[in-house]
């Protein structure tokens, strides 16, 4: 993916406050004859992102082509969505069918009309998952913070110098 159409999916994620960015995961080190899903994941908790989409462009028996893609939960390595967006190219739009210049601006527009598609039903399926997710009703108490002192110390401030001062006599 070039790297402007990747800045589409920060700028469909603004209004998202629980996401705070979107990384595109580069091909470095991955294997350009072909990789498992699996790849993908690690990747993504090397570099510290908990969502992890997956989709590329597919095409199935009857010649359909379409987007297809996972949203994944990458600590869990469990799927959360699935999403499939055909690639419909407008007739109406091609002015002359000969001309191989006015099909490919019209499979352009198509793949861009279904990107867009992908890109409006991720973020309304972690819309969906901010709904769900509910602070605890509990009182819990804090991870970082604990009751006891993190040094041990007298109450008496004084003691520990005058047992100190007492051994060197």
Same mark, same amino acid.
């Given at each position: 993916?070039? *790297?402007?159409?990747?800045a589409?999916?920060?700028q469909?994620? !603004?209004t ?11 091909d470095?080190?991955i294997?350009?004859?072909? *990789? &498992? ?8 908790? /090397?570099? /510290?992102? /908990?969502?992890?989409? #997956? ?9 359909e082509?379409?987007l297809?893609?996972?949203l ?5 390595r469990?799927? #959360?969505?699935a999403?499939?967006v055909p690639? *419909? *190219?407008?007739?109406?739009?091609? &002015? =002359?069918? !000969?001309?191989? =210049? !006015?099909?490919?601006? @019209?499979?352009?527009? @198509? +793949? @861009?009309?279904?990107?867009? !598609?992908m890109r /409006?039903?991720?973020?309304d399926?972690?819309?969906?998952l901010? &709904?769900? =997710?509910?602070a605890d009703?509990t ?8 009751? =006891? ?12 110098? &005058? +047992?100190l001062?007492k051994?060197?006599?």
């Amino acid at each position: 993916m070039p *790297v402007e159409r990747a800045a589409y999916w920060n700028q469909v994620m !603004d209004t998202l406050p629980p996401i705070r960015e979107v990384t595109q995961l580069r091909d470095l080190g991955i294997d350009p004859r072909g *990789v &498992e899903y699996g790849a993908f994941l690690r990747e993504s908790s /090397n570099i /510290n992102c /908990n969502l992890c989409l #997956i989709y590329g462009q597919t095409e199935d028996e009857s010649g359909e082509t379409g987007l297809v893609g996972a949203l994944w939960d990458v600590k869990k390595r469990q799927p #959360i969505a699935a999403y499939r967006v055909p690639i *419909v *190219v407008d007739a109406a739009s091609i &002015e =002359d069918e !000969d001309d191989p =210049d !006015d099909l490919r601006l @019209a499979q352009q527009i @198509a +793949e @861009a009309q279904a990107e867009l !598609d992908m890109r /409006n039903l991720v973020r309304d399926s972690l819309w969906g998952l901010v &709904e769900f =997710d509910t602070a605890d009703t509990t009182t819990q108490p804090s991870p970082w913070r604990e009751d =006891d002192r993190l040094l041990p110390r007298d109450q008496n401030p004084f003691r520990r110098l &005058e +047992e100190l001062l007492k051994d060197k006599k």
